[in-house]
């Protein structure tokens, strides 16, 4: 790796059923991926409160992962389907903050998809790579 | 004050291989509210253990992170550890450095160890904002429910009972028996069916712990584990059970005759009937299909038009006890359960779909369950083995095994993994009812895996002469009055044509009439063929996502016999464990409200999948959400659409999540 | 609606089975349908091209899908062989690579959005109800309906019919006012080239076919597929000679049993081209 090549810093919201659990299967498989990506374990990639996505960003990420189970896999049964809507919407308005829609992700991984999670992160360190330092967000204060 | 105590564990080399761990407890040790960092080699350890434990009760900390494997892992162990040296177990936060760091980051050992920081620090900021909590005692209702009334319903029902809890058996059809009361003799040991079945079903009817309602159907679940309400629609017989006496006088004098469901469309049955002389509960049902008095009422009140039909009535005029019940309604009994076992089994695969086959248009192409009930000498042929097409007995018999099995393009990959058996035990009856009989069997691969069941397969070869053909079956035609039947010998590499007398398609197992919709009743989740799924496919084969609920026999997949009676064993020891404790202990970790907060928008109860918010009037005449804790299973829906911030998760709160957002970098 | 299309003949239809051709232009001006032929086609590889190589069996089919993209009209294919080459072809190159490759042999700029169809799919579907312009129905006529091995297979490239029981000949047989007889071996294979190489294997699958035809009540059989009908129709007498089942059965291209219940005469449909002799049959029903 190049020195001072740019690494994108990543935030992973993951369910605890499904993502978290493929993460963890990512890690007993050793299956390696970027180390740019830190967890928060949520109960549900539904408990993710947009909200929480702009903090993020505004706390200096370069990209946003949510993860959940599989539509129709969730383990309360429709969360992720919350998930799925909410952040389609939130898409417009990431996009009229002035960040790239691209730096949000929204994936389904299962607790049996270690391969598919180290998959997921590698693409989205090297698309944010590709897409560079993002403009940073004036700080509005924190709360 | 928050004292925070950070332990990092090493977990031999596998963490401290790859991380620094000296720089970890620097960095801790730095980290708002931290008092002291220390490590071990193995934290989950006993030594582990008493360190933290010492290390707690030297320094007076009151909130506790431990740098290890993932919380899926050890949390529950390092809550104990917590609980000995005094604290609230919730005061605990785990920080993941080794699934999630140590092992996927083995080749940049700088970059993981500032992850590894970067995961102790979130774990820092939200374990000083973590609350005590306090688990709940729910009393809980000793009484269980099993669905299905084939051999692993059976099972379980007895075996719950027997350890001397009521049991309410649910059962569909108007008999309970299920499949196995369809088959002639078993496999491998060729048991008589019959005989090993209908003693367990009078142990059913007799027992007196066990509530027995047949023609009834679950409709609806709610509540939670030792809590579950459920409301089971009881179906109308037109027959009071109470006065029948399961004489026999109605369906044997009833002039309606319709293709008989138990005999697999072979033969005919009433349209008052019981599905098979064995019964349990002896008491037949009138088909509100085809009964004439049932179509004459529909006429009368204009539900049905064409012709009159007749007034029949003729079983009413019969009955020696004045059972028949015209206006008998339908029924339902709602009933509270601690746990519930589902138990309803499958179907068979319906090879009309194989135009190969014949598509279901040739007469004497036969299923393996409908040869099964020629073989029995209650079924419809008295015991013998004749061709539908002409009553002839055959002579040569193809069996055709895999129909709707390890089937790609038919959607059925799967192996439904009792064929192979059953054809290898009708080769062997085919031969014992007619010693003349050349039997031929086109199969893919022999699968005997079982006890007995290899050398049961190579009898009927080697003793009762089958010829096993390696190879799938292109095509069956009619060729004047026999059938020819055209595929290939792969072993030899040569297309065959055998002229048979009758042909038996070992057809696949699949999920039952409804599985689908049973499992949204009850918030199970399926597979892509609607067969339940199991918690574990190893170590939880019988218990579901769902606490209190459990699945047994072939609901979950196919399964042979002894494996059904195994699982319905096992579901019912699990109750049985459940039920020998007096209260349930509640997970604290739900959903909470903030009366001050709530608006009383009311959209956490909409977005709730387990209808556990309710809503409470306050004193002063506000409207404001109410979390069943029993029944919140803690999914943190409701939080994250509350628009004032009232509504929070317990464990998962808005304040925990911001601080670990907050602290995600330095 | 005159709904017009690009037609490929193959090289059949303009020699052993002049018949199909002729009668699915007639029949097919007769229902409205438009059809006009490729300006410049060639050979679609049929069975020895792919089987020697791969790629050449791509590149002809290419080369065809080309004339059609250029004429822009979706493309419908009488012989069975030479819809299955074609339909394959397309299907291999929705491949990016596999198509860039074969334009790179074949020297094209091919894009592969023909839409290519079997003529069969194109009477049946595009006029629904035809029944209308049956002037001669084909009353006490019992047909057999023979499709062939390679007509609605592979599922995932054909799949317009079930494999194993396809319906749409039959449907097109009932709406002309014939009975269509339900039998076994529709999708059986007759031996196809094998003719020439291994002529007993033939003889054996034709037979095959015949016999259970005949069991099944059928007065003639209905193709869609050269190969097929010459190995049904003019081998008959070879096949007599070895099995004797006696009676001849008549083997009829599905357009021609078509244009004679429109009203055209036995003679415009080229019937009197066939080596068993369908006259007689038709003579007895009161067609000809």
Redesign the interface.
């Known amino acids: 790796m190049a020195v001072g090549e740019f690494e994108p810093k990543i935030a992973g919201f993951l369910c605890n059923w499904c993502s978290y659990a493929g993460a963890d299967l990512a890690g007993t498989s050793r299956m390696s991926y970027p180390p740019n990506i830190r967890i928060i374990r949520v109960p549900c990639s539904g408990r993710v409160d947009p909200l929480f996505v702009v903090k993020t960003f505004q706390q200096g990420a370069d990209g946003v992962l949510v993860a959940g189970c599989h539509l129709g896999d969730c383990h309360y049964n429709e969360g992720n389907f919350y998930s799925r809507r909410r952040f389609a919407l939130l898409a417009p308005f990431l996009d009229y903050l002035g960040i790239q829609k691209e730096r949000f992700r929204l994936e389904w991984v299962s607790a049996s998809e270690g391969r598919k999670f180290s998959d997921v992160v590698t693409s989205f360190t090297n698309d944010l790579k590709k897409l560079g330092p993002r403009n940073v967000l004036s700080s509005g204060g924190r709360g | 004050m928050a004292r925070i105590g950070v332990f990092v564990c090493h977990c031999g080399t596998n963490i401290a291989g790859v991380v620094s761990i000296p720089a970890v407890l620097e960095a801790a040790k730095k980290m708002p509210g931290v008092v002291v960092a220390a490590d071990d080699k193995y934290s989950c350890s006993d030594p582990g253990q008493s360190h933290i434990r010492a290390v707690i009760e030297q320094n007076k900390l009151n909130r506790v992170v431990i740098g290890s494997c993932?919380?899926?892992?050890h949390e529950f162990t390092f809550r104990k550890v917590m609980v000995k040296a005094g604290l609230n177990p919730y005061f605990l936060e785990v920080a993941?450095i080794?699934?999630?760091?140590s092992?996927?980051?083995?080749?940049?050992k700088e970059?993981?160890t500032?992850?590894a920081i970067?995961?102790v620090r979130?774990a820092v900021a939200k374990v000083a904002r973590d609350e005590a909590l306090f688990p709940k005692k729910v009393p809980l209702t000793k009484r269980a429910l099993v669905i299905g009334g084939g051999i692993t319903g059976m099972q379980a029902a007895l075996d719950i009972a027997n350890a001397g809890h009521p049991v309410t058996l649910v059962e569909r059809e108007s008999s309970i028996g299920g499949h196995m009361a369809q088959l002639d003799k078993t496999f491998p040991t060729l048991d008589c069916s019959a005989c090993i079945l209908t003693p367990k079903m009078v142990e059913i009817v007799q027992h007196p712990n066990i509530t027995l309602l047949t023609y009834s159907e679950v409709r609806q679940v709610s509540g939670f584990v030792g809590n579950f309400d459920v409301e089971i629609v009881k179906k109308a017989r037109k027959v009071d059970a109470k006065k029948c006496t399961g004489c026999g006088i109605c369906w044997l004098k009833c002039p309606e005759k319709v293709s008989a469901e138990f005999n697999e469309g072979l033969g005919e049955r009433k349209a008052i009937y019981v599905p098979f002389p064995q019964a349990v509960p002896l008491v037949p049902k009138v088909d509100l299909e085809n009964c004439l008095y049932i179509k004459y009422q529909n006429y009368v009140e204009g539900k049905s038009e064409g012709k009159r039909p007749m007034q029949c009535r003729i079983c009413e005029k019969l009955c020696p006890v004045q059972a028949l019940a015209w206006d008998q309604q339908d029924e339902i009994v709602k009933e509270k359960f601690g746990a519930i076992v589902v138990a309803t089994g499958y179907k068979t695969f319906d090879p009309s779909v194989?135009?190969?086959y014949?598509?279901g248009?040739?007469p004497d192409v036969i299923s393996g369950l409908q040869l099964e009930r020629m073989f029995n000498s209650s079924g419809p042929t008295g015991g013998e083995v004749l061709r539908p097409s002409d009553g002839a007995h055959p002579k040569t018999v193809v069996l055709v095994s895999c129909v709707g099995s390890r089937d790609e393009?038919r959607g059925r990959p799967y192996c439904s993994k009792i064929c192979c058996m059953y054809t290898a035990k009708q080769t062997i009856l085919l031969k014992e009812h007619d010693p003349e009989v050349q039997c031929y069997v086109f199969y893919i691969d022999i699968r005997t895996g079982g006890k007995d069941y290899e050398e049961f397969a190579r009898r009927a070869q080697e003793e009762y002469g089958a010829l096993y053909l390696r190879g799938r079956v292109?095509?069956?035609?009619?060729?004047?009055k026999q059938l020819v039947v055209?595929g290939e010998d792969s072993l030899m590499g040569r297309p065959v044509e055998i002229r048979a007398d009758m042909v038996v398609l070992a057809t696949g197992v699949e999920a039952n009439e409804g599985a689908a919709e049973l499992a949204q009743t009850m918030?199970l989740?399926h597979d892509v063929y609607d067969f339940l799924t199991e918690a574990h496919p190893k170590l939880k084969p019988v218990e579901t996502?769902t606490d209190g609920i459990l699945v047994a026999g072939a609901c979950v997949g196919p399964k042979d016999i002894p494996e059904c009676v195994a699982q319905g064993g096992a579901a019912a020891a699990k109750v049985s464990a459940l039920f020998s404790q007096e209260m349930l202990t509640s997970d604290p970790m739900v959903a909470s409200v903030d009366n001050a907060r709530c608006i009383g928008c009311l959209l956490c109860v909409q977005?709730c999948?387990?209808k556990a918010i309710d809503t409470q009037v306050l004193r002063n005449g506000r409207t404001v959400a109410l979390v069943n804790e029993s029944l919140c299973?803690?999914?943190?829906?409701c939080?994250?659409?509350c628009r004032p911030k009232a509504v929070n998760?317990r464990g998962?709160t808005?304040q925990q999540?911001?601080a670990?957002?907050?602290a995600?970098?330095q | 609606m005159t709904k017009s299309y690009s037609f490929y003949p193959g090289c059949a239809l303009h020699a052993s089975a002049r018949e199909y051709d002729v009668s699915t232009l007639l029949v097919c001006r007769a229902l409205g349908i438009e059809i006009t032929e490729l300006a410049k086609w060639t050979c679609c590889g049929a069975s020895s091209a792919h089987s020697f190589d791969t790629w050449l069996g791509l590149a002809l089919p290419a080369l065809d899908l080309q004339e059609a993209e250029k004429a822009g009209r979706p493309l419908v294919i009488a012989c069975a062989k030479c819809y299955s080459q074609l339909k394959m072809a397309s299907h291999e190159m929705q491949n990016r690579e596999t198509l860039d490759n074969v334009n790179h042999l074949t020297g094209g700029v091919l894009k592969n959005t023909t839409e290519v169809v079997h003529l069969l799919q194109v009477l049946n579907l595009d006029s629904p109800d035809f029944t209308g312009t049956v002037k001669r129905p084909l009353k006490d006529l019992k047909v057999a309906c023979y499709y062939g091995c390679l007509l609605v297979r592979p599922k995932d490239v054909a799949g317009f019919d079930d494999l194993e029981d396809p319906q749409i000949m039959d449907d097109i047989v009932r709406k002309l006012g014939a009975e269509s007889v339900d039998w076994g071996l529709k999708t059986e294979c007759c031996g196809a080239s094998l003719m020439v190489t291994n002529r007993d294997v033939v003889m054996n699958l034709s037979h095959r076919l015949l016999r259970q035809a005949k069991q099944k009540g059928a007065d003639c059989v209905a193709v869609a597929c050269p190969l097929c009908h010459s190995n049904l129709d003019c081998y008959q007498k070879d096949i007599e000679k070895v099995y004797h089942d006696g009676s001849s059965l008549p083997v009829l291209y599905i357009t021609q049993l078509m244009g004679l219940a429109l009203g055209f005469t036995p003679k415009e449909m080229l019937m009197d081209r066939h080596l068993t002799d369908p006259l007689p049959l038709l003579r007895s029903k009161g067609l000809a």
């Open positions: 993932s919380p899926r892992m993941n080794r699934e999630q760091v092992w996927v980051h083995s080749n940049d970059k993981a500032a992850k970067d995961h979130i194989c135009g190969e014949g598509g248009k040739l393009q292109s095509r069956i035609y009619e060729d004047g055209l918030k989740s996502q977005v999948p387990y299973r803690a999914c943190g829906l939080p994250a659409v998760l998962f808005n999540l911001l670990e957002v907050n995600l970098w």
